[in-house]
């Protein structure tokens, strides 16, 4: 039997993939960010994993590049109004958890003491 994925999945994948929710996160603070200074911040991330989550994410209409006509050439990415709107949610679902990161480490120790 064949999978057959909806693309609200995809697009649900994208957003919320582990470089993909913290790229979101560093580009809501509305500064255009160069890419050296994405790869500092998400210092974890492999520049080829950096490239493909920035790539799919300007695919999807989130991420938009600017390549700046400077030589060296320069490339900046800022969120598109759809990229603020879906990050808007991200900070509010991190900031949640924030909050609640006590409750949840109590509810984990109930648990496995059980």
Same mark, same amino acid.
């Given at each position: 039997?064949? *999978? !057959?994925?909806?693309?609200?999945?995809?697009?649900?994948?994208?957003?919320?993939?582990?470089?993909? *929710?913290? !790229?979101? /996160?560093?580009? =809501?603070?509305? #500064?255009?960010?160069?890419? =050296?200074?994405? $790869? %500092?911040?998400?210092?974890? @991330? =492999?520049? $080829?994993?950096?490239? /493909?989550?920035? %790539?799919?994410? #300007?695919?999807?209409?989130?991420?938009?590049?600017? !390549?700046?006509?400077?030589?060296?050439?320069? *490339?900046?990415?800022?969120?598109?109004?759809?990229?603020?709107?879906? @990050?808007?949610?991200? *900070?509010?679902?991190?900031?949640?958890? @924030?909050?609640? /990161?006590?409750?949840?480490?109590?509810? /984990?120790?109930?648990?496995?003491?059980?």
């Amino acid at each position: 039997m064949q *999978v !057959v994925m909806c693309p609200e999945r995809a697009i649900m994948e994208h957003v919320t993939s582990r470089w993909g *929710v913290l !790229v979101l /996160q560093a580009l =809501s603070d509305g #500064e255009a960010w160069r890419f =050296s200074a994405l $790869k %500092r911040e998400l210092a974890l @991330a =492999s520049e $080829k994993m950096l490239t /493909q989550t920035l %790539r799919t994410l #300007e695919r999807d209409g989130f991420v938009h590049r600017e !390549v700046l006509p400077v030589i060296p050439p320069h *490339v900046e990415y800022t969120l598109t109004p759809l990229g603020k709107g879906a @990050a808007s949610h991200l *900070v509010a679902l991190a900031e949640w958890i @924030a909050a609640h /990161q006590v409750e949840v480490a109590d509810a /984990q120790l109930t648990y496995d003491a059980s």
